[in-house]
Structure formats: C-alpha cells, structure tokens
C-alpha cells in the first residue's frame, strides 16, 4: 500500500574540518552529552593534510621588477591564503618560507618527503634550479605561478616531459583561488593514505587489498556476515525505531516498504556507524548480492539506507562489495567534498546521452553540508523487496564519471544532467546525462565492467592532477583518439 507523506525539511548535516557533528540520533546524542563523534571523515580525519608551501625566488632579479620586495610579496601571499583559511581548516602548511638558493633545498628534504603534497608559488625571475633541486626529491608538486613572475614558463612544459617534472603540475593564473583548487589532489593523496574500508564478505580479496595498500596506502578490512549480524542485534530497538520514523517522515512518499522493512534497514543502517566508530573507518561495503545476500539482505535487510546515510554524513557507502567503486568514490570526496553516485549505464544516441541508473541514490550530492535532495521510499527494483531511497537529483547540474580501473588506469568522461527519469524501468534513482563528446565513442570505448562513480561538477582538471602525481593515465572514454602525427615522405635520393 502506498503512503504519501508531506516532505519537511531536511535535517543538515555538519561536517567541520576539526570534528564531526552529525543531526542522526547517536551521533547528536553524542554531542548532546559533550562527547565528540569518533567517526573519521573527510571532514574530520586522523591528521591533518600536511602541504609544503615553498616560495621561489631569487635577490636581485630584474623580471618582475628590480626593486621587488621578496617579502612583501610572500607576506601578500600568505594574507590571500588566510581569506581562504575556511576551506583549508583541515590543510597544516609545513616548510613554510621563502627560498632562494637551490642549497637550501636539501635541509628540507624529509620534510618533505613527509608531505602529502609541494605547492611552490613563482615569486621572480631566476629560480629553475630550485625548482630542479625540489623536483628531484620526487613528492607531487603544483607551481603556481601569477601573470608577471618571470620568463621560466617557457620551459615549465619541457620540464614537465622530462623524467624530473613526472609528477609536477603547473597552474599560469592570476586567479589566487587557484591555490585552493591547486591543494585539493594533495588532499585526495592523503585520504586515501589514511582511508579504511570496510567490506561485509563471505569471500576473499586479498590480492586487491595488497594492491592498494602498496599504491595508496589504503586499508580494506573484511567483517564476517556473523559479526555483521551480532552488530545488528546490539542496536537498541528505540534508536532504530527514530530512525525509521525520520526517513519516512522526510520522504515525499513512501510507496512500496512496509514500516517494519524501513525498520530493520534503519537498524542495519546503525549498526554500520557503529561498526565504521569501533574500527576508525570511512567507507563501508556489502557482499550484497553474493555471499551477504541470503543471510544478511534477504534474511534481516538490504544495506541501501545504510549506505546513503554514510554518505550523507560525508563517509561512504558502496553497493555490492566493489572496491573500485569505492576507492574512486574516496578519491572524487577527497577532490571536491562530496560523496558519488554508483550507477549502472544505459545509452540513448537519440539525445547523446546515458542514463545513470542505480537504486541507492545519494540524497547530498552538494555535500554534508549541502541540501538534501527530495526521496521517495522504494523497494530495489529488480528485487521488488528492501528498502531504498528514489531520489531525484539534479537537472543541469554538471558531472563527471570516472572508476579506478586498475592501479594505473582511470578512464572518464563528463556531461550535465538533462532530466530525471521516473519510470518503472531499470534501477530506481536515475540521471539522463547528456556527454561532452559522443555518446557512440563512449559506449564503443566502454571497459572494465558496468559500475561507475558519478559526483557533481566537472573535475577534469584535478582528477588530472591527481593522476599525474600518482602516475595513474586518465583517458576520456567519449573523446575520439588524436590522430598519429603525419610522417614527412622520405627524401627522394639523388
């Protein structure tokens, strides 16, 4: 039977970058007690993301002016990084000064090396062999420099072909909130290093685990189906009860689940965080429709609720035990702040689009901080049993698509949202996206299975950056292949 509910406002959450104050039941009760939540998100970490803020220049230099007061110009910079200290309240500056000798270099070098990431801003003329000498030390770096630093540009492009600048980026601006977007690979680098996830499975993976801890520095943690299960009998019925009440008081209509189904989904879904607090995790996944799905899904509930609500707490909640989905979904939260969107594909040449189609949709695509978008109750459709969140997401929001295909292989693609299809076909959340580029090269370059990871905005340009410092080649799946240079005939002979 279905019930129609009038939608209420959406209760926000609130992720900071020193501590985590969520508006969910334990969470709040926590704070209500004056105890701090113990769930590590990217809004509130083990430590803080480490940046070597170096600044090049060299005493005398005639470009951009002889008289140029080296610090005053560092002293103006670091005034622009405090009107941005909001957005960078989870970033520690280490190496902090100006330098302008290359020998000056080598007393920083474990400093660096410790940090997640180098960020040097051009201040004058002259300083390629700093440049050089930090470059060898092999950490990801970004160059800022601003219109006006001097002549070097004209050889930031060879050094970046070369084996030395491998892993430097360079951004030629006078837009000074580049420096914000210039750190936020740096912070992706440092999530992954001190991610945790959590894959609910009867069976092994350990191949892939070792994989990633060597690339990234990531852990994956099997839990049991019988721990997973004893989780759920520890979650006090009251608590799970007020939970159930608040998703179905906030969906804007409750159509197929009884309410004892949300019920024990609200239940599962508690047990989660309370699993993610003990073992210090950021991301949660489920065996859902293997080794988790007769005893776990069909036996007690199906994890979907669970899942949006981590990720609407600014952590992670991945479908079907896909640990590539969920190590892009830590690199794209790591980028931009906001959770993604697992979807199974179908095209539509007729609008140049595909349609992302998954029956768990995450409600704050903007964000913890974010709106929630509007829900609907839902059973999983090729289930027709559970409990999940329809939700309808924005149009003419623009996104990006990417999955972690491998240890050295991400391919992608953007495009912008031109409607939201509700009909009983396919999964239940959907976006029709229409792609930059031609929807027939990306379904004939399509590889690497079905699921990809969707968040808002187009982040081409850091998941670039972040590619490169990680020695990870990014290709466009709807961009058509550059042809070969043309080849001069050989000289006729005489």
Known sequence: MSETLKRR????????????????????????????????????RKSKVKVARLFLGRPGAHWPHPKLNMDDEVAAYRKRFAEFANELKDVEFVADQLLTEPTQVEPLAEQLQQADGVLLIHINMGIVPILEAV???????????APYSGHEWTRFGAIQQSPLGERMCCVLTSDYRRLVQAIRPFRAIHHLREAKILNVTGRGFAAYAEQVRKKFGTEIKQISI??????????????????????????????????????????????????????????????????????????????????????????????????????????????????????????????????????????????????????????????????VPQV???VGQKVTQAILATMDLMPYFTGEVIEVPDLERGCR???????????????????????????????????????????????DEAAEPKPAPATAPPAAKT
């Not at 959450?13 to 590590?40: F, H, Y």
């Not at 969920?326 to 979807?343: K, V």
């Open 392 to 394: 309808t997401m924005r």
């Open 135 to 145: 470059l060898k030390l092999g950490r990801p770096t970004m160059l800022f420099a």
């Open 226 to 387: 019988e721990q997973m299960l004893e989780e759920c009998k520890s979650i006090d019925d009251a608590a799970a009860k007020a939970e159930a009440d608040r998703w179905i008081k906030e969906a804007t209509a409750v159509v197929e689940p009884k309410p004892e189904e949300v019920f024990r989904s609200c239940k599962l879904a508690l047990a989660f965080e309370k699993l993610m607090d003990q073992e210090q995790a950021t991301v949660m996944t489920m065996d859902c429709y293997g080794s988790a799905f007769k005893p776990i899904c069909q036996g007690y509930a199906f994890p979907c609720v669970g899942f949006v609500r981590l990720n609407d707490m600014g952590l992670g909640g991945i479908c079907e035990s896909d640990l590539r989905s969920a190590m892009t979904h830590i690199i794209m939260q790591g980028l931009t702040g906001r959770p993604g969107f697992i979807s199974d594909p179908t095209v539509d040449e007729s609008k140049n689009s595909i349609i992302l189609a998954h029956c768990l949709g995450s409600r704050k695509m903007d964000g913890p901080d974010g709106p929630a978008a509007p829900y609907k109750l839902r059973t999983i459709m090729e289930r027709q049993e559970g409990v």
């Open 9 to 44: 406002e959406f209760i926000q959450l609130s992720v900071g970058a020193g501590a985590m104050c969520a508006a969910w039941p334990t969470l709040a009760a926590m704070a209500a007690n004056g105890q701090s939540a113990k769930i590590i998100s990217p809004g509130s």
């Open 429 to 475: 959340t959907k976006i029709n996206v229409r792609v930059d580029g031609d929807v027939r090269t990306l379904w004939k370059n399509w590889s690497h299975g079905l699921h990809r990871v969707t968040c808002y905005g187009n982040i081409v340009e850091e998941l670039q950056q972040f590619c490169r410092y990680m020695n990870i080649t990014l290709v």
